[in-house]
């Protein structure tokens, strides 16, 4: 009997943990972090002010604009909600209000867009047609500079050529001048053996007439 009111008993405590805990886990699922929620609106900052009564205050990030203060968080943040939806619906209004400006602006950025469009291809057109006549250009000059190297080669060589022909005329003509001079030497001893000769030959001429007149 003591046993099974024990056993009673225990799942009696077991149950009413296993409720308790499921309490507690419901009752922290279900609790509002309302300080993240502030943190994930940036467009606010949320402060704290430390005392007997804490209270919170909201403004806007940008222009600091007070926006809530109250002791009671929930209400700040529904403000900051509030605010917030009221900036968008602004912001919304002026966009749909720029909406009918900025369809004309598009119109006239296409319209602008097809004529410069046009514009480029005809320029690109062009461009390209010019592009062939340098090409064509710079094929013919390339042609010239190699035909004009050619000649300038082909010159090159004549000169070296003849170079090479002056230096052996230059040569030649040293030759023949030590020729000339040398002929010069060797008319000049001639000329002195015939004029020995001649006067030998009026010696033995000389000589011989006496011969004669002594033989008489």
Same mark, same amino acid.
Do not use: C
């Given at each position: 009997?003591?046993?099974?009111?024990?056993?009673?008993?225990?799942?009696?405590?077991?149950?009413?943990?296993?409720?308790?805990?499921?309490?507690?886990?419901?009752? !922290?699922?279900?609790?509002?972090?309302?300080?993240? *929620?502030?943190?994930?609106?940036?467009?606010?900052?949320?402060?704290?002010? #430390?005392?007997?009564?804490?209270? !919170?205050? $909201? $403004?806007?990030?940008?222009?600091? #604009?007070?926006?809530?203060?109250?002791?009671?968080?929930? #209400?700040?943040?529904?403000?900051?909600?509030?605010?917030?939806?009221?900036?968008?619906?602004?912001?919304?209004?002026?966009?749909?209000?720029?909406?009918?400006?900025?369809?004309?602006?598009?119109?006239?950025?296409?319209?602008?867009?097809?004529?410069?469009?046009?514009?480029?291809?005809? %320029?690109?057109?062009?461009?390209?047609?010019?592009?062939?006549?340098?090409?064509?250009?710079?094929?013919?000059?390339?042609?010239?500079?190699?035909?004009?190297? $050619?000649?300038? @080669?082909?010159?090159?060589?004549? %000169?070296?050529?003849? %170079?090479?022909?002056?230096?052996?005329?230059? #040569?030649?003509? $040293? *030759?023949?001048?030590?020729?000339?001079?040398?002929?010069? @030497?060797?008319?000049?001893?001639?000329?002195?053996?015939?004029?020995?000769?001649?006067?030998?030959?009026?010696?033995? @001429?000389?000589?011989? @007439?006496?011969?004669?007149?002594?033989?008489?």
């Amino acid at each position: 009997m003591i046993s099974t009111i024990g056993r009673v008993f225990t799942v009696l405590v077991a149950m009413s943990s296993v409720a308790f805990m499921s309490f507690a886990i419901s009752r !922290w699922v279900t609790i509002p972090d309302r300080a993240s *929620e502030a943190r994930q609106l940036d467009e606010f900052t949320l402060t704290k002010t #430390e005392g007997e009564t804490p209270s !919170w205050s $909201a $403004a806007k990030r940008l222009s600091g #604009e007070s926006v809530s203060t109250s002791i009671n968080m929930s #209400e700040v943040l529904e403000a900051m909600y509030k605010r917030g939806t009221q900036d968008a619906q602004t912001e919304l209004t002026l966009h749909q209000e720029e909406i009918p400006f900025l369809e004309k602006d598009i119109a006239a950025a296409k319209a602008s867009i097809e004529q410069d469009t046009a514009a480029v291809v005809t %320029r690109a057109e062009q461009l390209l047609a010019q592009m062939k006549q340098l090409d064509e250009l710079v094929d013919k000059l390339t042609t010239d500079a190699e035909r004009e190297k $050619a000649v300038a @080669q082909k010159t090159q060589q004549t %000169r070296e050529r003849r %170079r090479s022909d002056v230096y052996r005329v230059r #040569e030649e003509i $040293a *030759e023949v001048v030590s020729d000339k001079f040398r002929a010069s @030497q060797l008319k000049s001893q001639l000329t002195d053996m015939v004029r020995r000769v001649q006067g030998n030959v009026v010696k033995l @001429q000389t000589r011989q @007439q006496q011969l004669k007149e002594s033989l008489q």
